[in-house]
Nanobody, 120 residues
Framework: QVQLVESGGGSVQAGGSLRLSCAVFGNMWNSYCMGWIRQAPGKEREEVAAIDSDGSTRYADSVKGRFTISKDNAKNTLYLQMNSLKPEDTNMYYC??????????????WGQGTQVTVSS
């Protein structure tokens, strides 16, 4: 069982930065694929970034070069550093975990979400 608790969302002007954190509670979390998913009510979910157990990462094209995903194994924490934020990044961001990256956001675990709002 894995529990995910996000923090770090908020409101920022376009061009600004935010860092999201996801505290992970549970055993063997290092063996999971971890990532960030964003989804607005009634809209499709979008995988923003993922980091596999071997440290390999992948990003949505819309955030490449602006967002960086990382994890601190000692602190059981996943991060998403978001720079050069745009109004279209406004969304609810969820931390997610799955046994494989192929299943991230489809199966596994989700946090409660943290809201990111970017004003122009």
């Amino acid at each position: 069982q894995v529990q995910l608790v996000e923090s770090g969302g908020g409101s920022v002007q376009a061009g600004g930065s935010l860092r999201l954190s996801c505290a992970v509670f549970g055993n063997m979390w290092n063996s999971y694929c971890m990532g960030w998913i964003r989804q607005a009510p009634g809209k499709e979910r979008e995988e923003v970034a993922a980091i596999d157990s071997d440290g390999s990462t992948r990003y949505a094209d819309s955030v490449k070069g602006r967002f960086t995903i990382s994890k601190d194994n000692a602190k059981n924490t996943l991060y998403l550093q978001m720079n050069s934020l745009k109004p279209e990044d406004t969304n609810m961001y969820y931390c997610a975990a799955a046994y494989t990256c192929a299943r991230l956001g489809v199966a596994g675990y989700w946090g409660q979400g943290t809201q990111v709002t970017v004003s122009s």
